[in-house]
């Protein structure tokens, strides 16, 4: 599958090369989930749609913020996060943002835990927003 890069040089729109393009030789499909808060996680880049972790000690992943960047997240894209780990992951939110799991108070830095085998669905509201789905 083509980069981003090719796609761009095909012609096509850079917001749309980002999201159709194979990432995965730029991007770690696999991060390595890590530290113990959000400043300390690995923080997932803004075309990384579908991630995963195997880690055994599980780990913390960060959300990307929202606008502002060429690694962030845009409005209304969506992520999910696959934990095949043996340990929980982790998945935190920026300072200042909230992600709202299905219909439980507001989550902000304390993050949202994901037990082994369980997946984590999370889109982007607006800036300060994040609705979310465990599962």
Do not use: E
């Amino acid at each position: 599958m083509a980069t981003d890069q090719d796609l761009m040089g095909f012609g096509l729109n850079a917001f749309a090369a980002s999201r159709l393009a194979d990432s995965s030789s730029t991007q770690a499909i696999t991060p390595a989930a890590s530290g113990s808060t959000y400043a300390t996680s690995t923080i997932l880049q803004g075309n990384q749609f579908f991630t995963y972790s195997t880690a055994a000690t599980g780990g913390w992943i960060g959300l990307p913020v929202v606008g502002g960047s060429d690694n962030a997240a845009r409005i209304a894209d969506d992520f999910t996060f696959l934990n095949l780990g043996a340990g929980a992951v982790t998945v935190a939110c920026p300072t200042g943002v909230t992600l709202w799991l299905s219909g439980t108070a507001g989550i902000t830095t304390a993050g949202a835990t994901v037990a082994k085998g369980h997946t984590l669905q999370f889109i982007a509201a607006n800036t300060t927003n994040w609705a979310g789905f465990l599962g």
